[in-house]
């Protein structure tokens, strides 16, 4: 089955800062890309999510890269704010179920 | 607003217990699914479900099943509880066509004593 590795795990940036997280997966079938944030206490939420189809997307501050050749895609946050210091969670889906990178916690600090 | 609704935020059973976790979703979503998360390993995949009566294993299936036997409720079921079963517990739904954006449920924090 798919397998997701995400790294680093830990990340800690000043405010301003640009925060990258990288996942690689090993699926050549899947075709979705979604990245997940999750705050202290809270349940996972949707931020930006990006199609096989597709190489690249941004969401104002957000930004998805894939490079399905590497099977490796990225998270991009600039001009990072306190308010970004969560649990960020990438995964990949070949249509079925998703299946989740450990992790980063990324913690912002003014 | 899609709303995934679990039955109990916070559980704490016996070793040996028969333990239902339940989830509700309101949204008439296809596919549901639980997860469970834990410090340092992220959400791993327990079991999904495409429809009603259909169930597929994840990735760490054992010691679980589920049942669903309504479409909005799909119950986790710990036959026989073991403290290596403490964890958060997360429910999630999709609609299935067009998008794959999970719902989440507010999670049941399960302790197994």
């Known amino acids: 089955g798919e397998n997701v590795e995400q790294h680093p795990s830990t990340l800690s940036v000043q405010e301003g800062d640009s925060a990258v997280i990288k996942c690689t997966y090993s699926d050549s079938a899947s075709n979705y890309f979604p990245w997940y944030k999750q705050e202290l206490g809270k349940r996972p939420q949707l931020i930006i999510d990006?199609?096989?189809?597709?190489g690249e997307k941004k969401d104002q501050r957000i930004a998805v890269t894939l490079n399905k050749t590497a099977k490796h895609f990225s998270l991009h946050i600039t001009e990072t704010q306190p308010e970004d210091s969560a649990v960020y969670f990438c995964?990949?889906?070949?249509?079925?179920?998703?299946?989740f990178g450990k992790g980063t916690t990324l913690s912002v600090s003014s | 607003d899609v709303k995934v609704t679990q039955s109990s935020r916070y559980l704490v059973k016996r070793t040996g217990e028969k333990v239902f976790l339940e989830c509700v979703q309101d949204?008439?979503?296809?596919?549901m699914f639980w997860y469970r998360q834990d410090p340092g390993l992220g959400l791993r995949l327990i079991y999904f479900s495409y429809d009603v009566k259909m169930k597929e294993k994840g990735d760490i299936p054992e010691g679980y099943s589920v049942s669903r036997e309504k479409k909005e409720r799909f119950s986790l079921i710990l036959e026989s509880a073991s403290t290596n079963q403490t964890s958060m517990y997360l429910c999630?739904?999709?609609?299935?066509?067009?998008?794959?954006?999970?719902?989440f449920g507010s999670g049941t924090q399960l302790s197994v004593l």
């Open positions: 949204m008439d979503h296809e596919n």
């Open positions: 990006i199609r096989s189809n597709v």
């Open positions: 995964a990949a889906s070949t249509g079925t179920a998703l299946i």
């Open positions: 999630a739904s999709h609609p299935g066509t067009n998008t794959e954006k999970l719902f």
